[in-house]
């Protein structure tokens, strides 16, 4: 019982992590709070994506905030319709979305 308890709250971490990541995306994508500063908060320490992002070359989710904020002042109407892949395992979320604008 002692395993399925800590599986259990491995699960529930997963989850707040996906509800994390979401948080962040919809301040990234919000062209009035969009910015690094904005979405801090939500960032461990170090953190590094360890997949391809919109934006080669960017690393972290400050950056790719502070860049994604670039793109919300050229197109304000940019939006997420949704989400079509989500999931996480351990520390790692992956979100794949479509947006429009």
């Known amino acids: 019982k002692e395993v399925e308890g800590n599986m259990g709250s491995n699960k529930d971490q997963e989850q707040e992590n996906l509800k994390l990541a979401k948080e ?9 709070r969009a910015s690094a500063e904005a979405v801090a908060h939500l ?4 953190n590094k994506f360890i997949a391809p992002t919109t934006f080669p070359g960017v690393e972290t989710l400050e950056k790719y905030a502070e860049d994604h904020a670039e ?3 050229q197109v304000d ?10 999931f996480a395992k351990g520390n790692e979320v992956c979100l794949r979305y479509t947006a429009e604008g």
């Open 71 to 73: 793109i919300m002042k």
């Open 43 to 46: 960032c461990a320490p170090n």
């Open 24 to 32: 962040y995306m919809n301040i990234a994508y919000d062209p009035k």
């Open 77 to 86: 109407d940019l939006h997420i319709v949704s989400y079509d892949v989500e």
